[in-house]
């Protein structure tokens, strides 16, 4: 069970909502690594949304990080955090049974880690598309006061209309440095930037790290590091990276430079921001 006061710390005195009288389950849960998400219809209105319940005992240790600093719940983040490549999060609170949840926007099509796990490689345009869209979601975090710290294909949706979206603030924290103390290495491994990993001083930079990981990966369905044991390809970035080149000899000149950017080791080598690369690659055509 949650610590006493856990609840009420983030939901103060919004009232709790009996999930089950007012959603239909339309799917059974797919579980997370912190969390269950189902597919349900809202019985009123016939709506379709996504339903996302915390588990409080797995997020209690992350959370209990920054006690004493009012850090806000999940899906108090994701309210603040808007764009076309963001999943809407609609409303947050607790369930009549004590649970944490989030309602969200449903959103058709597959995570793009099992899109690019069949190792079938996107169209050159595409290709381009998707990485502008990935580096548009990501400003759009920056730009909200916030650093997600898990980019990762994991975390992108790919909807049948293209659109490529970013989902799961379980991480995220705002960008104040407070949040952003050294020593905690949170993420997916193979996407951490070095400054994550050797426990160093963070800030935004190390999203674009992460950005740059996924970014490669999408034009290349590889890796900049070669994968070792678990798949920890980027816990290796003590050598340097293989060129994107290697694996997309046409890629544009302007995309291949600053994806490559994006993975320096050292974060002053990176774009400062996502809309500084969005302009680097501006006039690329493909």
């Known amino acids: 069970m949650a610590a006493p006061g856990f609840f009420s710390r983030f939901f103060g005195g919004k009232p709790r909502v009996d999930l089950w009288r007012r959603y239909e389950r339309m799917r059974e849960s797919v579980t997370g690594t912190m969390s269950q998400f189902y597919k349900v219809r809202d019985i009123g209105t016939g709506e379709l949304r996504g339903l996302k319940i915390i ?3 797995k997020t209690a240790p992350v959370e209990g990080r920054y006690r004493g600093l009012k850090k806000p719940c999940e899906g108090e983040i994701g309210s603040h955090i808007v764009g076309p490549n963001i999943a809407k999060t609609l409303e947050w609170g607790e369930s009549t049974a004590g649970e944490s949840y989030i309602l969200m926007e449903f959103l058709p099509g597959t995570v793009l880690h099992t899109v690019m796990s069949a190792r079938k490689a996107f169209a050159p345009p595409q290709r381009l598309d998707l990485v502008r869209q990935a580096a548009t979601a990501i ?35 705002p ?9 905690n290495r949170i993420g997916t ?6 400054e994550v990993v050797r426990r160093r001083h963070i800030d935004k930079r190390i999203d674009i790290f992460s950005f740059g990981v996924t970014a490669y990966e999408i034009c290349t369905i590889d890796m900049p590091w070669p994968r070792a044991a678990g798949g920890k390809a980027a816990l290796r970035h003590d050598s340097p990276p293989r060129d994107i080149r290697e694996f997309w000899p046409e890629i544009p000149a302007a995309l291949a430079s600053a994806i490559m950017a994006c993975i320096a080791a050292e974060p002053d080598h990176r774009p400062p921001s996502m809309e500084k690369f ?5 006039a690329v055509a493909i």
């Open 189 to 194: 491994p193979s996407y951490m930037a070095p």
């Open 55 to 57: 588990d409080s005992e």
């Open 175 to 183: 960008d104040k440095p407070a949040f952003l103390q050294p020593g």
């Open 278 to 282: 969005l302009e680097r690659i501006a």
């Open 139 to 173: 400003a759009a975090v920056h730009q909200a006061g916030f650093i997600h710290r898990d980019i990762c294909p994991r975390n992108l949706m790919l909807c049948p209309d293209g659109r490529l979206v970013l989902f799961d603030f379980g991480l995220t924290v």
